[in-house]
Each structure stands twice: as structure tokens, then as C-alpha cells.
């Protein structure tokens, strides 16, 4: 049973960065493609990026573009959610997931069959 572990959370201010980390347990996750979801108070659940198994296909929603990077190190079991130029609007809980297909819709939390239990990101004005 995989298990996803989310870390990296925490206090800042806004222009301010934060790499969060999503650690695999229970088994690989070279056969999962992750993704990374946010939800602020009052506000349904959304799809901020999202990467396939290998690592060769990324997307990203388009108010985190050119912010946000996602990567992974399946040698390490752990992928990566690296944010910069932070605002106050990216407040919220941030989970990675894990599905075994990538698809296009990847942004979208159909699907995804394992949860992490969310890691908690405040950004101050």
C-alpha cells in the first residue's frame, strides 16, 4: 500500500520560496504519476502541477506558471513542489497524490488513488 508523506510547509512572506516534498513509503513510486493540489479555506480543492512517472511530462496551472517547478527523484522516492516569488493567494493546504496514469487532466483530483495528508503553506503579505 503506498503512502505519501507531504513536508516543507510553513510561514512566509510574500516573494518568498518553499520546496515541498512528498515521500513515497509502502512502495516504488516509479509507476505513479503525482500530483500537487491546494485547498484554501472555503475554496474546493485544485490542481496546482502534476508530473508523470518518469519525470518527462509536467503541467501546471496557470496561476502558478513560471513560479512553481515540479520534479522528482524516483531513486530517492520523493517529489519535489519547488515555489518561488510566493503570494499571499497560494495560502492553503498543499497534498500530493498519486495516480498510475499521466494524463493530460492531471490537474483535475479524479482518480488519484493514494493522499497524502497535506502540508500546510501560509503566505504573509
Known amino acids: 500500500q503506498l503512502q505519501l508523506v507531504e513536508s516543507g510547509g510553513g510561514l512566509v512572506q510574500r516573494g518568498g520560496s518553499l520546496r515541498l516534498s512528498c515521500a513515497a513509503s509502502g512502495s516504488t513510486l516509479d509507476y505513479y504519476a503525482i500530483g500537487w493540489f491546494r485547498q484554501a479555506p472555503g475554496k474546493e480543492r485544485e490542481g496546482v502541477s502534476c508530473?508523470?512517472?518518469?519525470?518527462?511530462?509536467?503541467n501546471y496551472a496557470d496561476s502558478v506558471k513560471g513560479r512553481f517547478t515540479v520534479s522528482r527523484d524516483n531513486a530517492k522516492n520523493t517529489v519535489y513542489l519547488q515555489m518561488n516569488s510566493l503570494k499571499p493567494e497560494d495560502t492553503g493546504v498543499y497534498y500530493c497524490a498519486a495516480r498510475v496514469l499521466y494524463v493530460s487532466t492531471c490537474l483535475r483530483p479524479n482518480n488519484y488513488n493514494y493522499w497524502g495528508q497535506g502540508t500546510q503553506v501560509t503566505v504573509s503579505s
Open positions: 508530473i508523470s512517472s518518469s519525470g518527462g511530462s509536467t
